[in-house]
């Protein structure tokens, strides 16, 4: 892989993880009764979002829905398999009962995600076999139109 793409890998990273501190920080300033400020956490989370999708689409392209919901798929089962149980074992060996629970938790939650949007995938399979075959159609009539030419 290229340079570039590790960092933009970082830097969609670094954002995404920017839009969601700021979210946060704009939680506990609204706590401490800081309006303004949490509104000023916020406003820039909405554009570290901006800057984060604008790498991600480097990195990724634009995939179809149908590719979302399978990369959404992948992703959430790679977490109720593989990520949590790995902090869960971690934790349980740490003695640290809390993030232990923790994992327990976010391995259910990813699994129901992950079932989720499996239904939903299943559910628009119809809709979307139609629309390849229309896309076939259009990419077979430029094709001919291209051997004319
Ligand atoms: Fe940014
Ligand atoms: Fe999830």
């Known amino acids: 892989m290229s ?12 954002e995404s993880q920017a839009h969601t501190k700021y ?4 939680k506990i300033a609204r706590e401490e009764g ?3 400020i949490a509104k000023h956490f916020e406003h820039t989370s909405d554009q570290e979002i901006l800057h984060s999708w604008s790498h991600l689409e480097l990195v990724i392209g634009k995939p179809t829905t ?5 990369m959404a798929i992948a992703g959430e089962t790679e ?3 593989h990520m949590y149980p790995r902090m869960a074992t971690a934790a349980l060996n ?9 994992a327990q938790e976010q391995i259910e939650e990813s699994k129901e995600h992950a079932a ?3 239904a939903i995938l299943d559910k628009a399979q119809k809709r979307f076999s139609a629309l390849s075959k229309i896309e076939k159609r259009h990419a077979a009539a430029y094709q001919q ?3 004319k030419l």
């Open 23 to 26: 979210r946060y920080f704009a």
């Open 34 to 36: 800081h309006e303004d």
């Open 79 to 81: 977490e109720f398999t």
């Open 3 to 14: 340079q570039t793409m590790d960092n933009l890998r970082e830097a969609f990273a670094g």
């Open 66 to 70: 149908k590719e979302c919901l399978e």
């Open 145 to 147: 139109i291209l051997e």
């Open 116 to 118: 989720q949007f499996q």
């Open 94 to 102: 740490e003695g640290d009962d809390f993030s232990f629970q923790t």
